[in-house]
């Protein structure tokens, strides 16, 4: 029984990895001291040369994170995208939303976006946003 277990385990991780093959991120983090910090990293070499994270801004509403990410299509073509964020307690633990879904968004070419999220309960202290191609539209 225990090595059907450790051979599932290693499936399910691999199976994992492939489905965020497409997927970037950007984390924006707010410490105690309200600093903010932002680490983008791109896994699709398409987004990772056409967007540009340009910068973020964050508030407190009633106890609640609201954070904003400024991104800009540096290509001569507009990008049909789809975002999402995660939130994240001083723990490191996320917070869970009823509902999660990508986002769609076209970043047009040569163009600032702010996208904007709040927390979807009081005590988050980071965030992070996810980015991939849109899905074509199937008939």
């Not at 707010?30 to 540009?52: I, R």
Request: proline letters at 6%; a positive charge.
């Amino acid at each position: 029984m225990r090595a059907r277990t450790v051979i599932a385990l290693p499936f399910l991780l691999l199976t994992g990895c492939g489905n965020n093959r497409d997927t970037a991120g950007a984390r924006v983090e707010v410490t105690p001291s309200g600093s903010e910090t932002v680490k983008a990293s791109f896994n699709d070499l398409t987004l990772k040369n056409a967007v540009e994270v340009k910068g973020q801004a964050s508030r407190v509403e009633n106890g609640f994170l609201v954070v904003q990410l400024r991104v800009q299509n540096t290509k001569s073509k507009n990008l049909p995208c789809e975002w999402r964020a995660s939130f994240y307690d001083k723990d490191g633990m996320e917070m869970t939303l009823a509902a999660n879904p990508w986002t769609p968004v076209v970043l047009g070419s040569n163009v600032m976006t702010t996208l904007e999220k709040t927390a979807p309960t009081p005590g988050a202290v980071r965030a992070e946003f996810y980015f991939h191609e849109a899905s074509p539209i199937r008939k």
